[in-house]
């Protein structure tokens, strides 16, 4: 099983420039979700999304924007980076038992933006 | 609005030793907990949750976590840790059942020394 696929896997940027890190799921999961991760923050949500067609805001969505055309795909993109944005991203999609979710996480994006 | 503490960011353990890695959250209404681990260069995933019932969970890997409402904490242990156990370890906490969003905790780096 694929599971959750990110691309690309690293990426460089410089400020200014705009791009779209690719999540794609195999597991038939509604709800998607994006984070960051940073040193000595822990994961911070960005966006999520509950199924295809519908989109929110997280923790911390200011400079990204989303879209859910799909259940298999939801792509993040950056429309002018900023190095505030250096950071590794995660996208996750949940899974749902017991009345609760599980989280399957991608391995990760890692963006610098110089 | 919910938060947790992880208070350890670096856990520094000989093998075969016994390791607590502790949580503690704070939060208006009731709590569901969670355990996540992240090998290095891996997206997270799943150690245990708790969501009611008993206050000792045990998950994945010989891990296990206990519920303490009245200390508002849920620590991490394992009695008897091994190199592979070498990881990032957050808590995480929602809500509700039925919360897709999480709320992380910063993250607790488990060194294991052979």
């Known amino acids: 099983n694929a599971g959750v696929t990110q691309t690309p896997k690293f990426q460089v940027l410089k400020t200014g420039q705009s791009m779209t890190l690719q999540c794609a799921q195999d597991m038939n999961h509604e709800y998607m979700s994006w984070y960051r991760q940073d040193p000595g923050m822990g994961l911070r949500l960005i966006h999520y999304?509950?199924?295809?067609?519908?989109?929110d805001q997280g923790e911390v969505p200011n400079g990204y924007n989303v879209s859910r055309s799909t259940t298999e795909d939801f792509p993040l993109r950056l429309l002018s980076a900023a190095p505030s944005q250096t950071s590794v991203y995660f996208c996750?999609?949940?899974?749902?038992?017991?009345?609760?979710?599980?989280?399957?996480f991608g391995e990760g994006s890692r963006l610098t933006v110089l | 609005a919910q938060s947790v503490t992880q208070l350890d960011s670096q856990v520094p353990v000989f093998e075969e030793a016994p390791v607590e890695l502790r949580c503690n959250y704070s939060s208006s209404v009731s709590v569901y907990l969670f355990w996540y681990v992240q090998y290095p260069n891996q997206g997270l995933q799943l150690l245990l949750k708790?969501?009611?019932?008993?206050?000792l969970v045990k998950g994945i890997n010989g891990f296990e976590a206990e519920f303490n409402k009245s200390q508002t904490s849920f620590h991490l242990r394992k009695p008897s840790v091994h190199i592979s156990d070498t990881a990032e370890y957050f808590c995480?906490?929602?809500?509700?059942?039925?919360?897709?969003?999480?709320?992380f905790g910063t993250g607790t780096r488990l060194t294991i020394i052979p």
């Open positions: 995480a906490v929602s809500d509700r059942i039925g919360n897709e969003k999480l709320t």
């Open positions: 996750a999609s949940t899974r749902w038992s017991g009345g609760t979710g599980e989280l399957f």
């Open positions: 999304s509950v199924g295809a067609g519908i989109t």
């Open positions: 708790y969501l009611s019932g008993s206050t």
